[in-house]
Nanobody, 117 residues
Framework: QVQLVESGGGLMQAGGSLNLSCAASGSVFRINAMAWYRQAPGKQRDMVATITIGGDTSYADSVKGRFTISKNNAKNTVYLQMRSLKPEDTAIYYC???????????WGQGTQVIVSS
């Protein structure tokens, strides 16, 4: 199994920026892709951005042009650079991994992002 630890959340005013990090440990050789998800109060957990081992990225429409996902393979870490934050970006942000066999890893504890208007 892979263990994930997210960090970097906090409180920010609308229009500001935050950077999140997610460090993976354990069976990292199983990882094919890493992704960020978020869950706002009372809502389902949705995918925000993904990045494959090869570096291909994809984004939810709501964050395109504002968020950037990147990774450091040597550190087994994925990042989420968030710019032009909006109050609707307020959520707990989680990272997760997809294994080569198609399965997904366990969720980390998440990191809270609060954007004030």
């Amino acid at each position: 199994q892979v263990q994930l630890v997210e960090s970097g959340g906090g409180l920010m005013q609308a229009g500001g920026s935050l950077n999140l990090s997610c460090a993976a440990s354990g069976s990292v050789f199983r990882i094919n892709a890493m992704a960020w998800y978020r869950q706002a109060p009372g809502k389902q957990r949705d995918m925000v951005a993904t990045i494959t081992i090869g570096g291909d990225t994809s984004y939810a429409d709501s964050v395109k042009g504002r968020f950037t996902i990147s990774k450091n393979n040597a550190k087994n870490t994925v990042y989420l650079q968030m710019r032009s934050l909006k109050p609707e970006d307020t959520a707990i942000y989680y990272c997760n991994v997809r294994y080569w066999d198609g399965d997904f890893g366990p969720w980390g504890q998440g990191t809270q992002v609060i954007v004030s208007s």
